[in-house]
């Protein structure tokens, strides 16, 4: 059980398509070539992946961050590792369901959002993910595609927001790369962030 552990969490309707990043097996075998495993690679992390936070009730974010607690702590416990912080990545909106888990109680390692658009009204969950984990990293981009225009505009409001996240430890601006593309593994071995993962510490 020397290496670290990590779960992967997907975004917006990623459930829903067979060639999401993690559901790619070259992404999950690159990662553990460097020494980081899924939890249970076997059996991942689901939850809807549906579009929420439309209304403000965020009820599939909610329901899919007490799932992603109960998912971690259960494996923890069934493989011994109850006193090893489970590391994150997370992509787009499962940016939420991190939040929801940390809001929840989970206690974290490294966690890594990436894309990963603000919400209105959840500063006590994105807060809860700076101080239930050891370490958080937020990579973003500009508005280079609509997904990332449409995640960063509020709701009856013309102006955009910042998508940097002011309770992380450290946040990573890769300009000009899409809402996809920022996924893409090598992409993020470049910046560091799996190093800044095995050291349990901010990318320097």
């Excluded at 899919?64 to 109850?82: F, H, S």
């Excluded at 894309?115 to 809860?128: E, F, I, N, T, V």
């Excluded at 981009?141 to 996240?165: E, I, K, N, T």
Aim: proline letters at 3%; one cysteine or more.
């Amino acid at each position: 059980m020397g290496d670290k552990h990590m779960v992967l969490v997907t975004g917006t309707w990623g459930e829903k398509s067979e060639e999401e990043w993690h559901k790619d097996k070259k992404w999950k075998d690159d990662l553990a070539d460097i020494g980081i495993k899924q939890l249970d690679r076997d059996v991942p992390f689901l939850w809807s992946s549906n579009l929420d936070g439309l209304i403000g009730e965020n009820y599939d974010w909610r329901s899919g961050g007490a799932a992603l607690k109960n998912y971690i702590e259960a494996r923890q416990c069934k493989y011994g590792i109850t006193n090893e912080p489970i590391n994150l990545i997370s992509h787009s909106h499962g940016m939420q369901i991190v939040a929801y888990a940390a809001y929840f109680g989970l206690r974290l390692g490294t966690v890594v959002t990436v894309a990963g658009p603000k919400r209105d009204k959840l500063d006590m969950q994105y807060k809860s993910i700076q101080t239930g984990s050891k370490c958080w990293i937020h990579v973003h981009s500009d508005w280079r595609d609509v997904w990332q225009l449409f995640g960063s505009l509020r709701w009856g409001s013309p102006f955009g927001q910042a998508r940097d996240m002011k309770y992380a430890n450290k946040n990573v601006y890769i300009p000009h790369t899409s809402h996809t593309d920022l996924m893409d593994f090598e992409l993020l071995r470049n910046q560091g962030i799996f190093r800044s993962i095995m050291k349990g510490a901010p990318v320097q």
